[in-house]
């Protein structure tokens, strides 16, 4: 098989790569391990920045965005049982949608079908071959068969896991670390929302978040040791537990309910640079990983399927490579900027290890600050809704 483009890796980041390429006249197959059944099974963040809403549009696939994606024009910070609201909207002019990735991923999945895309599922045993050279190409096995594809470039959009990334030699990749020493058990349940926009909580007892998919699903967090067995949080202490750590009036209105899912995952920063070689990009997860305060993780996936599919676009249309030669440097600004700013929220929201009254005094002065400074205000608004790409 030949194609110019062949992208590893069938989430939300590998399909709008793919689908905003087929739109500009560029061959694309992309490959995926797991059946469309499961990557359409995962249940994952969804608060998109207004950079990620219009590649939606621009990609024809934003009209259910639209439709049943709910505007946030603002958050909650909470602290010591007050809370007070940030408004995007009067600081930046611009909004965040929460729109499940899993709503995003069936969108592109519907698009790709209505176009012919290529998305060959169950590709076990992916491997790169000749990145470095003019001539590259990926081999694959479905049901015991290999095959191969010849291609001009090659878009590792297959995660933190994925061949990608491990295909870039030891002496020329870079990687950068920060793990945090606590993780996030979260719950999710066929509840309303206890508020229409997010909730972030500091508090003694350990962070904590309200956050929704929809009017009747609702996502909750609270911080826990990252080896907590997960059988000792019953759904009644997991509830018990949130209400001591969000304001009053929250915990006195909140709808609990059974979980639909309860798991503890841990927060780290990571980014592998650079982000390309020879004729091979990363994108997303196989590039970047940010703690999920703040939800920049999606986002930045969607920063790098832009810059890249500009850049490709250039190449083929234009007969210019000035977007691909630049593209590692330019997502990687954007990247280190979202680090910096998932770092700050999270050491500023979260209780550490060790921390001492001095350490607590400082996040208090901090969120003080946050609470009765616009100029505080509208940094932490700019980059929640998005820094421009």
């Not at 560029?26 to 797991?34: N, P």
């Not at 990363?282 to 920049?296: N, Q, R």
Request: charged share 25%; aromatic share 10%; with cysteine.
């Amino acid at each position: 098989m030949r194609t110019q483009v062949c992208i590893i890796g069938g989430g939300p980041s590998g399909l709008l790569l793919s689908q905003i390429l087929h739109r500009a006249g560029i061959d694309t197959v992309v490959l995926e391990r797991q059946t469309r059944d499961y990557v359409l099974g995962r249940i994952r963040a969804g608060v998109l920045e207004q950079g990620f809403q219009n590649l939606m549009r621009g990609a024809g696939v934003g009209d259910r965005m639209d439709a049943e994606g709910f505007v946030h024009s603002g958050t909650y910070i909470a602290s010591r049982n007050k809370s007070f609201r940030i408004d995007f909207h009067e600081l930046t002019g611009k909004d965040v949608m929460v729109y499940g990735q899993t709503e995003v991923t069936h969108d592109l999945y519907v698009a790709r079908d209505a176009m012919g895309g290529v998305v060959i599922h169950n590709a076990g045993d992916v491997k790169i071959h000749d990145a470095d050279s003019a001539a590259p190409h990926v081999t694959y096995s479905v049901d015991g068969t290999e095959h191969r594809i010849d291609c001009d470039w090659i878009a590792g959009c297959d995660g933190f896991h994925g061949v990608s990334r491990k295909t870039i030699p030891a002496t020329v990749l870079r990687e950068y670390e920060k793990v945090y020493p606590f993780g996030w058990l979260g719950v999710l349940s066929r509840t309303p929302p206890v508020s229409h926009e997010l909730i972030y909580a500091n508090h003694e007892r350990g962070f904590a978040l309200c956050s929704m998919r929809n009017a009747n699903l609702s996502r909750y967090y609270i911080q826990t040791p990252v080896d907590d067995p997960i059988e000792k949080w019953s759904d009644a202490a997991f509830w018990d537990e949130l209400r001591r750590r969000i304001p009053a009036e929250a915990a006195e209105t909140i709808v609990t309910g059974d979980s639909v899912e309860k798991s503890i995952a841990p927060l780290r920063s990571y980014v592998a640079e650079p982000m390309r070689w020879g004729r091979l990009f990363l994108v997303g997860d196989a590039a970047h990983i940010v703690p999920p305060t703040g939800a920049k993780g999606l986002n930045l996936a969607a920063s790098d399927v832009h810059y890249l599919s500009h850049s490709l676009i250039a190449h083929y249309n234009d007969k210019t490579d000035e977007g691909v030669d630049t593209y590692s440097a330019r997502a990687l600004d954007r990247v280190w900027k979202a680090m910096r700013f998932s770092w700050w929220f999270t050491t500023t929201m979260h209780r550490f290890p060790g921390q001492t009254d001095y350490d607590q005094k400082m996040q208090d002065s901090e969120i003080s600050y946050l609470s009765l400074s616009r100029a505080a205000q509208m940094v932490l608004a700019e980059q929640y809704v998005g820094l421009p790409y």
